[in-house]
């Protein structure tokens, strides 16, 4: 997965083959240095179904999928400068998207940062679910993807430049 942006530093999703262990790799572009930040669960099955995001109100978010539940953690910082995870929104997948078999697992692709928006596959496709309103739609009639990296763009006018004899 690409890393993810938020407030000058990059964080990366690291995981241990030995083991499966999850870990963040921090780096602060500021003072160009590394540290290790813990994710707000332990376990095997968090690999494959657990991204990092940038949310909206500017935290590092972490998002994972367990069953048919998505669950979205934000990592905030106390008045002492402490940061810690809190669990932001549980969300029941099996009601909200169209699922035809709930024994699939389901995988979390991407995320569009700055917006609480994720991607997760599903049997029947790939769709885009807003995390606040919990509205969905479809990206996608295939499962065949293994990561997501959607971007946005800007439609900048030029000024309006004045042909040379117009200047006169």
């Known amino acids: ?6 407030k000058e530093a990059l964080h990366f999703m ?21 540290s290790l930040v813990d994710v707000p669960l332990v376990g095997r099955g968090i690999h494959g179904a657990a991204i990092l995001m940038a949310m909206e109100d500017g935290s590092l978010g972490f998002a994972h999928v367990d069953g048919l539940t998505l669950h979205i ?33 389901l995988r ?16 029947l496709g790939i769709y885009e679910i807003n995390v606040k309103s919990q509205r969905w739609k479809e990206i996608w009639k295939s499962e065949k993807f293994r990561a997501l990296i959607p971007y946005m763009s800007f439609y900048n006018p030029q000024e309006r430049v004045m042909p040379c004899d117009a200047a006169h």
């Open 73 to 105: 953690w934000s990592r905030e910082m106390d008045f002492n400068r402490v940061a810690s995870w809190s669990q932001r929104t549980i969300i029941d997948l099996r009601n909200l998207l169209p699922i035809q078999n709930t024994d699939e697992r």
């Open 108 to 123: 979390l692709i991407g995320s569009v940062e700055g917006s609480d928006t994720v991607f997760v596959t599903t049997d």
């Open 14 to 34: 690291l995981v241990y083959a030995r083991d499966g262990h999850v870990e963040i790799l921090k780096y602060d572009l500021r003072c160009s240095c590394l």
């Open 1 to 6: 997965m690409p890393p993810v942006l938020v």
